[in-house]
């Protein structure tokens, strides 16, 4: 499988994921509408306020990759991708089969 297709399948993928977190996000909205209970001194588990912030991180973070997989389908564009953005060496195929939008090769990462 090329870069290309790899990264074309993980934009798919990260799309599909905002779409789900983005309904479970919007169900947990609307579930503290339609409850009165006091969910902050609520014994039985996480509070609805807790659940709305774990949802709207990993949103976050799966958006946040999102621009990183359009980023690096830009790279491959202009023929720039494989190349580390912060020393222009090579990243290692192992890298880029792992995180095919990786941006920086393992050195300049760490």
Do not use: K
């Amino acid at each position: 499988m090329s870069a290309a297709e790899d990264l074309a399948r993980t934009r798919t993928e990260t799309l599909a994921q905002i779409d789900a977190l983005t309904r479970e996000f919007d169900e947990v909205v609307a579930a503290s509408r339609s409850s009165n209970a006091d969910d902050e001194h609520d014994p039985e588990g996480a509070t609805i306020a807790f659940e709305r912030q774990q949802v709207a991180a990993l949103l976050d973070q799966a958006q946040r990759r999102l621009g990183d997989v359009d980023a690096a389908l830009a790279r491959a564009e202009s023929g720039d991708y494989g190349r580390c953005v912060e020393c222009g060496r090579p990243i290692a195929p192992e890298r880029l089969a792992a995180r095919p939008q990786a941006r920086t090769c393992i050195a300049c990462a760490r």
